[in-house]
């Protein structure tokens, strides 16, 4: 069983910048490939980025390339996701992912992560 608790949301001005942070309990935490999505209000929930079980290989929506990191830190049970030059689309609930049955990093559907953390809401006002 794995707790997820996100953090680090809130409200930034477009062009701003965000880091948030998601805590695992659980001494397994190295063997989930972690995993970032957000749902935008009247809309459904869309993959952000993903990330393997070591942190050496990460995989990002077409939307958030370049703009967004994923990174990992096994000794914290922590995943981050650093979120620059923010966009007014980019409001929305983040929520973090655990997922151990997955077998690579680029499985987009969200119901093949096993665990989930409540969301932060990010708010980007433009």
């Known amino acids: 069983q794995v707790q997820l608790v996100e953090s680090g949301g809130g409200l930034v001005q477009a062009g701003g910048s965000l880091r948030l942070s998601c805590a695992a309990s659980?001494?397994?935490?190295?063997?989930?490939?972690m995993g970032w999505f957000r749902q935008a209000p009247g809309k459904e929930r869309e993959f952000v980025a993903s990330?393997?079980?070591?942190?050496?290989?990460?995989y990002y929506a077409d939307s958030v390339k370049a703009r967004f990191t994923i990174s990992r830190d096994n000794a914290k049970n922590t995943v981050y996701l650093q979120m620059n030059n923010l966009k007014a689309e980019d409001t929305a609930v983040y929520s973090c992912?655990?997922?151990?049955?997955?077998?690579?990093?680029?499985?987009?559907?969200?119901?093949?992560?096993?665990?989930w953390g409540q969301g932060t809401q990010v708010t980007v006002s433009s």
């Open positions: 659980g001494s397994t935490y190295s063997e989930y490939i």
């Open positions: 992912a655990a997922g151990i049955s997955i077998r690579t990093i680029t499985v987009r559907q969200y119901a093949s992560y096993d665990y």
């Open positions: 990330i393997s079980r070591s942190g050496g290989s990460t």
